[in-house]
């Protein structure tokens, strides 16, 4: 991956991408009124996006379902939900999902 | 008129100081996960400085380990960030008056915490000529914040054993963005629709269940929503 064009070319591109969604509109600097059915599409886009993310690597091991108390990332994700709908803290749902993480890495093992 | 501008500066400044819990350890993450996911130093504080937005960041390198193709990581990195274009729509009044090249940085800026911040001050009919100088202030306590502990990540990460997984610290946060997204059924149920349409293709090649389950997720959340207001008319 050192240096690869691949490497180079995500990030260009993404910045790129990036900088268009922060601009669409500020830039142009009228008025402009999305239709609204983009708006509802865009309501739903990143929250699906993150969930698409998220899920196969807290549920996946190697490509596998692995629904069990001794998947550490299973359970270190859940717990982290679980601090994140409580405390709304970015830092608190990091170091607590660590923690559970590592528990349940070290019992496992 | 010079004075107002830099207590307006300054204002936005000290506003955006608490924020920094929150940016701090997000970047500290999306620097350790560039170089966890194979970029190289220069490539990822490159990345921190054009793309500055973690989200955006964490989501793709995932992508990058697994070996997905480039189109799947763009298409990711926008989905991700979509969220960006509402800010900007109801940002754009705000700053319509305003001379481009204030328009160009002030998008470049742009983060969730500052929209907040930002949106929570001020109206767009509001008389306050140099809300553009808090709007700046406030960035530029973000931007420096985000940056120094992305390099942080970069260049600190290193020292870290592999063992503890640390790079499971990116899924994490990204679990703490999710969260306060879910503010309605809707949502919540294209998000679940989201997660096991992925789950269930995680297997396809070019890494097409992500895309799938975004398509699916976004198609759920609306057909939920549709039902919802249907009922809310037939009450």
Same mark, same amino acid.
Request: net charge positive.
């Given at each position: ?12 591109? @993404? ?5 268009? @969604? ?9 008025? /402009? #009124?999305?239709?609204?059915? =983009? +708006? ?26 692995? $629904? ?12 982290? !939900?679980? &601090? ?11 170091i607590v999902g660590m923690l559970a993480m590592t528990a349940v890495r070290l019992i496992a093992a | 008129m ?39 130093? =220069? ?7 054009? &793309? ?23 298409? @990711? ?18 700053? +319509? ?19 907040? /911040?930002?949106?929570?001050? !001020?109206?767009? +009919?509001? #008389? ?6 808090? !709007?700046?202030?406030?960035?530029? $306590? ?20 592999? =063992?503890?997984?640390? +790079? ?28 096991? $349409? ?7 090649? !070019? ?5 799938? =389950? ?18 809310? #008319?037939?009450?």
């Amino acid at each position: 991956m050192a240096d690869s064009w691949l490497g180079w070319t995500l990030i260009a591109g @993404t910045a790129a991408l990036v900088y268009l @969604t922060r601009a669409v509109f500020v830039l142009p600097g009228s008025r /402009l #009124r999305l239709p609204p059915l =983009a +708006e509802r599409v865009l309501r739903y886009a990143p929250a699906a996006a993150l969930a698409a993310i998220i899920a196969p690597d807290l549920a996946l091991v190697h490509g596998a379902l692995a $629904v069990s108390p001794d998947n550490p990332r299973l359970v270190g994700g859940i717990v982290a !939900f679980a &601090v994140a709908a409580a405390t709304r803290s970015v830092t608190l749902t990091i170091i607590v999902g660590m923690l559970a993480m590592t528990a349940v890495r070290l019992i496992a093992a | 008129m010079h004075g107002d501008r830099m207590s307006a500066f300054r204002d936005g400044a000290a506003s955006a100081v608490s924020l920094l819990f929150g940016m701090v350890p997000w970047g500290l993450v999306a620097g350790l996960a560039m170089v966890s996911a194979g970029l190289t130093p =220069a490539q990822a504080v490159v990345m921190g400085l054009l &793309v500055y937005a973690g989200s955006a960041q964490l989501a793709v390198l995932p992508l990058l380990i697994a070996k997905a193709p480039l189109w799947v990581m763009y298409a @990711t990195a926008l989905a991700v960030n979509l969220r960006y274009v509402i800010y900007s729509a109801v940002l754009a009044p705000y700053f +319509e008056r305003l001379s481009r090249p204030w328009r160009v940085l002030l998008s470049y800026v742009m983060v969730d915490a500052m929209f907040a /911040l930002f949106v929570g001050r !001020f109206r767009p +009919e509001d #008389r306050a000529p140099h809300r553009h100088w808090f !709007f700046l202030g406030g960035s530029v $306590v973000l931007w420096i914040g985000w940056q120094a502990a992305s390099w942080l990540g970069i260049f600190g990460g290193a020292l870290i054993p592999r =063992a503890w997984s640390l +790079e499971f610290a990116a899924t994490l946060s990204l679990i703490a963005l999710l969260m306060p997204l879910l503010y309605d059924r809707a949502v919540v149920l294209g998000a679940l629709a989201a997660g096991g $349409v992925a789950l269930a293709g995680a297997g396809l090649p !070019f890494n097409l269940g992500l895309i799938c =389950a975004i398509a699916a997720g976004i198609a759920a959340g609306l057909a939920a929503s549709r039902v919802q207001r249907a009922r809310a #008319r037939g009450a």
